[in-house]
């Protein structure tokens, strides 16, 4: 069977199940329609997207040694090689400040530029490094930390010539692993059957059960001081306590259909973007406490996994076989 064939039998199929599952849904239709869809040139799925200090110029990561170049603010992208011979790579994270960037992936790599991507050079990491490297975190000129994803915690302060464990103990194979503007992290196990935090300081991460039966899909934090957690079956909750194991009670923005909530984003601290399967993407403008639904991209033919709003006026939705959502810049404030 051709990969054309293959491809068209799986878009159909994504439509189908969309149509048939349109009337499924109760949840009310937004006139807020900010984003437009793209189809980059690859069947990767994206992972991740940065900027430069110059703010036209990014770059997005993924799978198969995905990276893609914009030069106007993410309308177009131009897709980059890097010399990797045979290795199969997937990028996972990118980050920049300044000129300066950084791009991690698996099983093991680590990329850096000072020149904002013009070039970039391959950095040795340890055989003995535990895990994958998961994320990167540019802080400062020379600086960023590291994850991987069995929860080791690096910094390095002299350009990754040397790194400083922050963690003494991995917490074990993460399925998602998030960082607050503060430093905290939050971690899902491979299973989603709990969850861990840490905290600047400590010595180790600090093990959590999950609320409900409910095995966990991700946790991150919010830009109101809030964690968030999803969980399967299109459920999500907040936590607005210091303590991480109390939460508000559980919703479910779209009860009644079988989409599974992916990701949740923050464009400002009233409103909160949440994506799914199958082009399922919702909004709240009251700080989760309704939802309603962006019916402008369910036609688009891919799960989007991720979300990410590098300012108020910048956003991306990533999804796999290379679809794209790019937020458009609108008058509403919510």
């Known amino acids: 069977m051709s990969l054309f064939v293959?491809?068209?039998?799986?878009?159909?199929?994504?439509?189908?199940?969309?149509?048939?599952?349109?009337?499924?849904?109760?949840?009310?239709?937004?006139?807020?329609?900010?984003?437009?869809?793209?189809?980059?040139?690859?069947?990767?799925?994206?992972?991740?997207?940065?900027?430069?200090?110059?703010?036209?110029?990014?770059?997005?990561?993924?799978?198969?040694?995905?990276?893609?170049?914009?030069?106007?603010?993410?309308?177009?992208?131009?897709?980059?090689?890097?010399?990797?011979?045979?290795?199969?790579?997937?990028?996972?994270?990118?980050?920049?400040?300044?000129?300066?960037?950084?791009?991690?992936?698996?099983?093991?790599?680590?990329?850096?530029?000072?020149?904002?991507?013009?070039?970039?050079?391959?950095?040795?990491?340890?055989s003995k490094l535990p895990g994958s490297p998961y994320s990167i975190l540019a802080l400062a000129p020379n600086s960023a930390e590291m994850t991987t994803d069995v929860g080791a915690i690096y910094k390095t302060e002299d350009g990754a010539k040397t790194w400083k464990a922050l963690v003494q103990e991995a917490v074990g194979v993460v399925r998602n692993l998030s960082r607050s503007a503060e430093g905290e992290y939050i971690a899902v196990s491979a299973r989603g059957n709990f969850y861990s935090t840490w905290?600047?300081?400590?010595?180790?991460?600090?093990?959590?059960?999950?609320?409900?039966?409910?095995?966990?899909?991700?946790?991150?934090?919010?830009?109101?001081?809030?964690?968030?957690?999803?969980?399967?079956?299109?459920?999500?909750?907040?936590?607005?306590?210091?303590?991480?194991?109390?939460?508000?009670?559980?919703q479910y923005p779209e009860i009644g259909t079988s989409w599974g909530l992916l990701d949740v984003a923050y464009r400002t601290p009233e409103e909160i973007w949440v994506s799914g399967g199958s082009g399922n993407l919702l909004v709240s403008f009251d700080e989760g406490k309704t939802w309603q639904k962006d019916r402008e991209v369910e036609d688009v033919p891919s799960n989007l996994y991720k979300i990410v709003f590098n300012s108020r006026d910048r956003g991306f939705v990533l999804g796999d076989r290379g679809f794209l959502l790019t937020y458009k810049s609108q008058d509403k404030v919510a």
């Open 6 to 126: 293959r491809k068209l039998k799986q878009i159909l199929v994504v439509l189908a199940v969309a149509f048939f599952c349109a009337s499924c849904s109760n949840v009310p239709s937004t006139s807020y329609n900010p984003w437009n869809a793209q189809e980059l040139p690859t069947e990767a799925r994206l992972l991740d997207v940065a900027f430069t200090e110059n703010p036209n110029v990014g770059w997005l990561v993924g799978s198969q040694a995905t990276l893609f170049e914009t030069a106007d603010g993410g309308e177009t992208w131009q897709e980059q090689k890097l010399e990797l011979g045979d290795e199969k790579v997937t990028f996972t994270s990118v980050s920049f400040i300044g000129q300066e960037g950084w791009i991690v992936g698996q099983p093991s790599i680590l990329l850096h530029t000072t020149d904002g991507g013009k070039s970039w050079s391959r950095i040795s990491l340890s």
């Open 199 to 250: 905290q600047p300081g400590q010595t180790a991460w600090v093990p959590h059960q999950r609320t409900s039966s409910r095995r966990l899909q991700n946790m991150g934090f919010g830009k109101d001081g809030r964690r968030w957690s999803i969980a399967r079956g299109g459920q999500i909750q907040f936590g607005s306590s210091e303590d991480a194991e109390t939460w508000d009670e559980a």
